[in-house]
């Protein structure tokens, strides 16, 4: 029978996968606790930095229902449980590592798929949330700005082409009848 401490702890785990976004896996072999400190500030407020157990974690995984990432769990482990938007932790993650060699991106989970350290550093290459939701905005103003001019240009392109057709019967009708003759009444 497992201890209560160690059942406790896998609870933990497991309701921390269970409400997070993303959980990203690192190694953390050769970090300094300031460095880990420093690595826990750059991952912002959405994110927490845990070293683990990996049997336990393991074990919290798999009752949260992600169990792709088995072979990970070796060596060294920590894990960051994202919360929030997981670009900017993606971002902390990919900064902090090439400052600092020795942490090492394992693999993850965002959403329920599993992702490679590759696809994690693909992640953190994206523009963050509030970036894309501006530039999403300024696509949706600029096809509502070119609705309005197409359907302003239809009624004035109408009315150029009614005012051209009006003109042209006027010189056709001025001159197809004759003008008066003034000279054969003297």
């Known amino acids: 029978m497992a201890r209560p401490d160690k059942a406790a702890a896998v609870a933990e785990l497991t309701d921390k996968f269970r409400s997070s976004n993303a959980a990203v896996l690192t190694e953390y072999r050769g970090l300094t606790v300031a460095q880990l400190k420093e690595l826990r500030r750059n991952l912002g407020a959405n994110a927490q930095y845990a070293v683990v157990k990996n049997t336990l974690t393991k074990i919290a995984a798999n009752e949260a229902g992600i169990n792709t990432l088995d072979d990970l769990f070796a060596g060294p482990t920590a894990v960051a449980f994202v919360t929030g938007d997981p670009v900017e932790s993606a971002k902390g993650l990919r900064d902090f590592a090439k400052d600092n060699p020795n942490l090492v991106i394992k693999g993850g989970v965002l959403d329920?798929?599993?992702?490679?350290?590759?696809?994690?550093?693909?992640?953190?290459?994206?523009?963050?949330?509030?970036?894309?939701?501006?530039?999403?905005?300024?696509?949706?103003?600029?096809?509502?700005?070119?609705?309005?001019?197409?359907?302003?240009a239809l009624p004035s392109k109408f009315v150029r082409t009614a005012e051209a057709l009006r003109a042209k019967k006027e010189e056709q009708d001025g001159a197809g009848t004759p003008a008066p003759v003034e000279a054969e009444s003297e």
């Open 112 to 152: 329920g798929k599993a992702l490679s350290a590759d696809e994690f550093k693909k992640l953190a290459d994206l523009e963050s949330r509030e970036v894309l939701l501006a530039k999403l905005a300024g696509a949706m103003k600029a096809k509502q700005s070119q609705a309005a001019a197409l359907f302003q």
